[in-house]
């Protein structure tokens, strides 16, 4: 069974983009989980691929874009964000828009993992990944295992914010393909949507954009934040 146009996973991330346009916003770092996957428990977790059905929900959300933004891709290193990436720009650009290529970029992986083995036995132990990014947030994970929350947000907030600062001054989307995980951090950092009260869909985002003179970030239920004095 395909998937449905009108409840496909992008929709509240295609919404967020349509909005802040409409605003006059025309440069925006889109911040996304990747898209429907396999949950292979007989290999490591970053290898799992994504499904047929992931990559339809991709080409509903590409085509759906705002057609007046040329988009540049970027993705966590793992092959499931990259292919997402990789399938929204090419639908967007098949239904009329601008798209160049997708590059790996480490900031949207787990770098903030320090050792990888351990963040994996913590988030088991903490019964889920909410419960495990509330932990990491209250310095309640082994600091051997993970940076410091804030520090992490802080640091994925920047970069995102030096690459959409970079290159051509007409209006551009960065596409961020990155993972759950680091969605629930910004959200519980950077927009105070606390991770226990949260879970983050496939494809769902966050937008980070200038305004008025001030950095903000905006997630796909709640207001604008200014975030100037964390990312400046």
Not at 27 to 38: K, P, T
Not at 140 to 153: K, S
Request: one cysteine or more; charged letters at 20%; hydrophobic letters at 45%.
């Amino acid at each position: 069974m395909g998937v449905n146009a009108g409840t496909y996973y992008g929709a509240p991330a295609v919404r967020l983009l349509e909005a802040l346009t409409n605003q006059g916003v025309g440069r925006i770092a889109l911040l996304a989980r990747h898209s429907v996957r396999e949950f292979n428990r007989d290999v490591h977790d970053l290898v799992n691929p994504l499904t047929p059905e992931g990559r339809e929900h991709c080409g509903h959300m590409g085509r759906a874009l705002p057609k007046s933004l040329q988009v540049r891709g970027y993705a966590s290193p793992p092959e499931r964000c990259v292919e997402t990436a990789t399938l929204v720009m090419r639908a967007h650009g098949e239904a009329g828009g601008q798209a160049g290529s997708v590059r790996p970029v480490e900031s949207l992986g787990v770098f903030y993992a320090l050792d990888q083995i351990k963040m994996w036995k913590a988030l088991q132990l903490a019964g889920g990944l909410s419960q495990f990014v509330t932990r990491w947030v209250d310095d309640r994970v082994a600091p051997d295992a993970m940076i410091p929350a804030d520090q992490a947000a802080r640091l994925i907030a920047r970069s995102a914010l030096s690459r959409l600062r970079s290159g051509a001054d007409n209006d551009h989307l960065d596409l961020c393909v990155t993972h759950d995980m680091t969605i629930l951090l910004l959200k519980d950092r950077l927009l105070r949507e606390p991770a226990v009260e949260n879970t983050v869909d496939f494809l769902e985002a966050v937008a980070l954009f200038e305004a008025d003179g001030d950095v903000w970030m905006q997630s796909c239920q709640g207001e604008p934040v200014a975030i100037t004095g964390l990312v400046t």
